[in-house]
């Protein structure tokens, strides 16, 4: 179910809307899947939360939340650096393995992030800014030559990860009754699950023909101490920000139209890409070739779009909506992917793909009915 939970004398429990959220991107986009933003949506986080209302439309709320990973990363593997998109894939959310004896990576799972808010709400709109924290240590090395795998080559350092968020929605009815603007900004080291809800998956890939553009959603990377180019043995969280903001217009009370854009970019330290770029020499990693140059596991992506709907009865609405997205693709240290990597509807003998950044247009049409009150 998408939502249950119980409130009472300023206490929230079960599944809701995450408290570090504030604008709503299904509000203004039937493509908000493909949007940058904390927004939960209607899927939901679990928590256990406590507000205090202050008056004045004031309120601050701390809570405990479903933590949102995005998988940390153990560059030791032997699996092509292209195929981080794999490894990271069950360490969304808390589904992640622990201490596990293979060449994998791993989350450190049990605990919750810790979510605070600070709000205020007034005829002239509303206002926030959140604060998250939480454990994005990992699971223990591999790869280290004489010692047995697992347990006994040690454990990486553990890291806390945080992010920070501001927000702002102004009413505007002296253009139009109901019309309304809303921003948030999102900034983020080691919990890129804040900066982008809605992605399920380790990697987003864009294909051409034979060009691809790509980029991973991952908290972190750390390699065992021992590994030349790597991180010594530590978690370097991966850093970013994402910004996401509309305008819905009413041309009438049934008829409306919104414009909205986001906005999201990942960045490594040097340490980690190092790791990433050195890693596994010995291998066909798509990214061997050291640091620098035509290396570099940085990406962004953004989008512009439009959607209009037209509300026929208070139970039927159609609409229109349009969006164009833009991916700054990561790159590797030739240029060129090899034949294997597959992925996306590709068959896995076809190639080589050249690397380059991607766009591509989309356009949705609805027809909604609600059958219950």
């Not at 408290?19 to 949506?41: K, R």
């Not at 900066?195 to 380790?202: D, E, M, R, Y």
């Not at 039927?316 to 990597?341: E, H, Q």
Request: charged fraction near 10%.
């Amino acid at each position: 179910m998408t939502r249950g939970f119980v409130q009472i004398a300023g206490f929230t429990f079960g599944k809701a809307t995450s408290f570090f959220d504030f604008t709503s991107t299904a509000a203004v986009s039937y493509n908000a899947g493909m949007l940058h933003n904390s927004d939960t949506g209607d899927a939901g986080q679990m928590v256990a939360a406590y507000t205090a209302q202050f008056g004045g439309g004031w309120s601050a709320t701390i809570s405990a939340e479903q933590a949102r990973r995005k998988g940390t990363a153990n560059l030791n593997s032997t699996v092509s650096q292209f195929d981080m998109a794999t490894l990271l894939t069950s360490c969304n959310d808390l589904a992640g393995l622990q201490g596990t004896t293979t060449s994998t990576t791993t989350c450190t799972v049990g605990l919750q992030d810790i979510v605070g808010a600070l709000r205020i709400d007034q005829a002239w709109g509303s206002a926030q800014v959140s604060f998250a924290t939480g454990d994005r240590s990992a699971g223990y090395f591999s790869g280290i030559a004489g010692v047995p795998a697992g347990e006994p080559q040690g454990h990486p350092s553990t890291k806390w990860g945080w992010a920070a968020s501001g927000g702002v929605r102004l009413n505007a009815p002296m253009i139009g009754p109901g019309d309304y603007f809303q921003i948030q900004g999102i900034y983020s080291e080691g919990m890129t699950g804040y900066l982008s809800q809605t992605p399920s998956g380790a990697a987003v890939n864009l294909w051409q023909g034979n060009s691809v553009g790509y980029g991973f959603w991952s908290d972190g990377v750390y390699t065992n101490p021992t590994t030349v180019g790597g991180t010594g043995g530590s978690v370097e969280l991966t850093t970013g920000w994402s910004v996401f903001g509309s305008y819905e217009h009413f041309w009438t009370p049934a008829l409306r139209t919104s414009v909205y854009g986001s906005y999201v970019e990942l960045n490594h330290n040097a340490s980690a890409k190092n790791a990433i770029c050195i890693s596994n020499p010995t291998t066909s990693s798509a990214f061997t070739g050291g640091a620098g140059g035509l290396c570099n596991p940085d990406w962004s992506t953004w989008n512009v779009g439009t959607r209009s709907q037209w509300n026929i009865t208070k139970d039927l609405y159609v609409g229109l909506d349009v969006i164009y997205l833009k991916l700054n693709s990561a790159s590797n240290a030739t240029g060129v992917l090899p034949a294997t990597i597959g992925g996306g509807g590709k068959p896995t003998t076809a190639g080589p793909y050249t690397v380059a950044d991607q766009d591509t247009w989309a356009a949705t049409w609805r027809i909604h009915r609600d059958i219950v009150p």
